[in-house]
C-alpha cells in the first residue's frame, strides 16, 4: 500500500445529496472530508470513526437478520432454544 501524502479528492457522480455530487477528500494523517459539490462547507472526520461506523452498522445488519430468522422459525412452529 501507499502511505497518503497528500490530498486526494474524488467525485461521487451517483451520490447525491439535493441534486450536487458529492466530493470526497482524503488527507494526510488519516483524515476524511465529505462535501457538496460546488459548496465550500465540509464535514470532516477521522479513518477510524469511519471504520468504527460501518462496522457497528453491519453488525447491526446482522442482528437485524438474525432476528428475522428467529422470527420466522417461531411462526412456523419450529423454535429451537
Known sequence: MTTLTRVVKRECPRTMDRGR???LELRP???ISL???GTRTA???T???VYML???QYAAE???IKAEARKAR???GTHQP
Request: no cysteine; glycine share 4%.
Open 29 to 31: 494523517g488519516d483524515i
Open 43 to 45: 464535514y470532516s472526520t
Open 21 to 23: 455530487a458529492i466530493i
Open 35 to 37: 462535501r457538496r459539490k
Open 54 to 56: 460501518a462496522a457497528r
Open 74 to 76: 417461531r411462526a412456523a
Open 47 to 49: 479513518i477510524q470513526a
Open 62 to 64: 446482522l442482528r437485524r
